[in-house]
Antibody
Framework: QVQLQESGPGLVKPSETLSLTCSVS????????WSWIRQSAGKGLEWIGR???????NYNPSLKSRVTMSVDTSKNQFSLKLRSVTAADTAIYYC???????????????????WGQGAQVTVSS | EIVLTQSPGTLSLSPGERATLSCRAS???????LAWYQQKSGQAPSLLIY???SRDTGIPDRFSGSGSGTDFTLTISRLEPEDFAVYYC?????????FGQGTKVEIK
């Protein structure tokens, strides 16, 4: 059973950089995309971006200028950095696996099939 | 980006009743890329339905999904006590992936 666990500071000062790591156990980080998703009272569930084992990334255009993701396949981990944070970045941050299933009739499905428990990050001085 | 609008915002029902949740997309979404999630208080969302109508492993058959194009529905045929939660639809058909704002199913 694949398990994901977020780790990182729970409190970040305004204008600083939010840094989180997601550790994957029970399966390899290889051959999947891995996403960061956040949840706040104001904006609901918001996809931040994804990374592949090669380091290839896709970011949400709304956050692209402030986001960097990286992957460490040797540690089965991937990470998120969000720069110049404000109170609007206060949220629960989840890491998740981008699941893909292709049927025998070559129809492929996509979904988020495994999620971490979430890490509360508060931006405050 | 594709905006998903869920209705109603809150559904107040009793155990044993039928719940019908709606998800409307601002643009057509391929059925393959429409999923539903359940979120219980203090927990991460968990996958219920993918491909608009396929139940994830272990999901009871009282949960069913239907729809196509811009209109999708999640139905819970007979509510069990553990089904009272928030439900989200999500699309993967167009980047960025987006979620609906959620429907809360609460005990009446």
């Amino acid at each position: 059973q694949v398990q994901l666990q977020e780790s990182g500071p729970g409190l970040v000062k305004p204008s600083e950089t939010l840094s989180l790591t997601c550790s994957v156990s029970g399966g390899s980080i290889n051959s999947y995309y891995w996403s960061w998703i956040r949840q706040s009272a104001g904006k609901g569930l918001e996809w931040i971006g994804r990374i592949y084992m090669s380091g290839s990334t896709n970011y949400n255009p709304s956050l692209k200028s402030r986001v960097t993701m990286s992957v460490d396949t040797s540690k089965n981990q991937f990470s998120l950095k969000l720069r110049s944070v404000t109170a609007a970045d206060t949220a629960i941050y989840y890491c998740a696996r981008d699941g893909t299933y292709c049927s025998s009739s070559n129809i492929c499905y996509k979904y988020f099939d495994y999620w971490g428990q979430g890490a509360q990050v508060t931006v405050s001085s | 980006e594709i905006v998903l609008t869920q209705s109603p915002g809150t559904l107040s029902l009793s155990p044993g009743e039928r719940a019908t949740l709606s998800c409307r997309a601002s643009q057509s979404v391929s059925n393959s890329y429409l999923a539903w999630y359940q979120q219980k208080s203090g927990q991460a969302p968990s996958l219920l339905i993918y491909g608009a109508s396929s139940r994830d492993t272990g999901i009871p058959d009282r949960f069913s999904g239907s729809g196509s194009g811009t209109d999708f529905t999640l139905t819970i045929s007979r509510l069990e006590p553990e089904d009272f939660a928030v439900y989200y639809c999500q699309q993967f058909g167009s980047s960025p992936p987006t979620f609906g704002q959620g429907t809360k199913v609460e005990i009446k």
